[in-house]
């Protein structure tokens, strides 16, 4: 009946571990398995880092803007007045262009008052095709100029009712078989009448925007602290390229060609062009790949680690149960074998009391089973209070220089006797070639006496019990041995637990508390040796106890 409520217990226990950790653990490892395919499914990883990527290049682009305005602005607020001389003029676009190198040319022009002047880059009056080039320009826009400054006029001055100042031209022109950028900003001259047809015109020059001013931008970008996560060894690669073709027309040091990530056309200032970004040696979705890869092995791993703690809990829960089990047991078995000693001894006692007894014999049984009886009690108690004391901690050992095998033969003296009473044989070997050793006399004799009296218990009929006691390398080993009932190989390490008794029937009609073997394991390494046992159910058993010869042993209180 108690077994059955036990394997329930046991069951509930079991069903209690399985809905309290098991479930939500499965569960949110389930859930993160979904997340991980989910995400890798959508690309949620890749769509984030293209919209990082645009971002980055929608910084790009206003930096541009802002950029290109703050050198056109300055050169437009210096422009000299069409009402000017044209001598003057010409020398005031002269110098805005010497002291604005990003420019190529500059022209003013001034319909109703027939005025067309124009100036190049003096500073680029050497390179003979640059030169050319311009002039191409300038002759190009004396001819259109007469036909659209009026419409065109008309637009900026609609513009500059918003505050804007300008209008942009800009495109690829095919020259000597390969195409160059054109990028030229019309604003209003100074000094134009009101409904007048008439326009300013000033180029950037395509030299500078190549190496100077989108390599910067590009810099600028790539630079911002917010975008490079910190410790981000792969910055990206940024390229711009003419809108229709993907050759890089500028890049940033690291681009390595391929398949750029997201490529966005720039508009307004910068018509025509396009940028490109990536991230150099890999793509977004190798990226997405690795990390989506680490981020199951991290699963896995937290999920091994998930199931090893979930064992543990219910080992150790097992392990609770089974001492819980155990101690109740205990102290119905202490009670058992408190209680049959002193009914024998009232009983012989009373007996006595009476003084009926004629032979003088029986006195003499009487008493010995009073003794024997009243010396079990003691060793009981002995054991009980040296186990409370471990359990608290407060065990304390009192290590003296001992001749042991003087301690031995003592100890087992006051118990022949009652051996050899039982109808057991009894055989003693003790070497003398034996140091003194450091030991606790009393742990140490009731070390013995515990093995001793285990040998007695767990016999049936071949009575047999020998003591050793020998010398062997550095340590020396006390055995006992009987010819009793064994311990089978999967208890054997069992016995040595706190009220560990066999599962063996035969045990249980033999009184004992299941302390004794504990108490001899913690003196043993309370000592800096140990005991260890080999038996053969049905055989018989022999426990060995070995002790440092020279290890210091341990003082004071041991923890259990
Ligand atoms: P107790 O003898 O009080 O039950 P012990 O701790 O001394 O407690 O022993 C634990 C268990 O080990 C015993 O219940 C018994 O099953 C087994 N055992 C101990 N000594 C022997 C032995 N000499 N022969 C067979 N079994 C033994």
Redesign the pocket.
């Given at each position: 009946m108690s077994m059955k409520w036990k394997l329930t217990d046991r069951t509930k226990m079991l069903l209690k571990l399985e809905l309290a950790i098991t479930v939500p653990a499965l569960a949110l490892m389930g859930f993160s398995i979904w997340n991980l395919k989910h995400i890798q499914r959508d690309q949620y990883i890749e769509a984030a880092m293209q919209r990082e990527f645009r971002s980055m290049l929608k910084i790009a682009e206003n930096k541009s803007w802002m950029k290109a305005d703050d050198l056109i602005e300055p050169a437009r607020k210096e422009f000299p007045n069409v009402n000017e001389s044209e001598t003057q003029i010409k020398a005031d676009l002269d110098r805005i262009l010497r002291e604005h190198p990003e420019f190529a040319y500059a022209v003013v022009y001034d319909k109703s008052c027939h005025v067309f002047v124009s100036a190049i880059q003096p500073n680029r009056e050497h390179d003979q095709e640059f030169w050319d080039n311009a002039q191409d320009d300038i002759n190009n826009a004396a001819n259109w100029l007469p036909l659209h400054s009026g419409s065109m006029a008309d637009s900026v001055r609609m513009m500059e009712e918003k505050g804007d100042h300008y209008l942009f031209e800009a495109g690829w022109e095919a020259r000597h078989r390969h195409h160059v950028y054109f990028n030229i900003a019309y604003f209003l001259p100074p000094g134009l009448g009101k409904e007048e047809a008439g326009l300013a015109m000033l180029s950037f020059d395509q030299d500078y925007l190549r190496n100077k001013f989108f390599p910067e931008v590009i810099k600028d970008v790539l630079n911002r602290k917010s975008i490079r996560p910190k410790g981000d060894t792969n910055p990206p690669a940024i390229m711009v390229h003419r809108t229709m073709d993907r050759t890089p027309w500028v890049a940033s040091a690291n681009w390595d060609g391929g398949k750029a990530e997201v490529d966005v056309p720039f508009e307004d200032i910068f018509q025509d062009i396009s940028w490109s970004i990536k991230y150099p040696g890999t793509t977004l979705a190798d990226i997405s790949a690795k990390f989506i890869r680490y981020m199951y092995t991290i699963l896995g791993a937290l999920s091994l680690l998930m199931l090893g703690g979930i064992f543990m809990t219910y080992r150790n829960i097992s392990r609770e149960m089974n001492l819980a089990r155990l101690k109740s047991d205990f102290v119905a078995?202490v009670s058992h074998e408190l209680r049959t000693p002193l009914a024998l001894i009232r009983l012989y006692a009373e007996t006595l009391e009476l003084g009926r007894l004629t032979n003088k014999e029986k006195y003499h049984e009487y008493f010995r089973i009073i003794r024997e009886e009243s010396e079990r009690l003691t060793a009981l108690i002995n054991n009980i209070l040296d186990f409370s004391r471990i359990e608290a901690g407060r065990k304390e050992y009192d290590f003296k220089e001992t001749d042991l095998p003087e301690l031995i033969r003592s100890t087992l003296d006051s118990y022949r006797f009652q051996i050899e009473q039982n109808g057991f044989k009894f055989e003693e070997n003790i070497a003398r070639d034996i140091p003194p050793v450091n030991v606790d006399r009393e742990a140490i004799a009731r070390s013995l006496l515990?093995?001793v009296?285990?040998?007695l218990?767990?016999?049936k009929d071949r009575k047999f019990i020998g003591v050793n006691l020998y010398r062997t390398d550095g340590s020396v080993k006390l055995e006992v041995q009987?010819h009793?009932?064994?311990?089978p190989t999967s208890?054997q390490e069992k016995?040595?637990e706190k009220f560990?008794?066999?599962g063996?029937p035969l045990?249980h009609n033999?009184?004992?508390?299941?302390?004794?073997?504990?108490l001899v394991r913690h003196i043993a390494r309370a000592h800096g040796g140990d005991v260890h046992v080999e038996?053969v159910p049905d055989k018989g058993?022999k426990?060995t106890i070995k002790l440092p010869l020279d290890g210091a042993p341990r003082t004071g209180a041991v923890p259990a």
């Open positions: 078995n515990n093995l009296n285990n040998a218990k767990y016999s009987d009793g009932i064994g311990i208890e016995i040595f560990y008794r066999c063996d045990v033999i009184k004992g508390s299941g302390l004794g073997l504990s038996s058993s426990f």
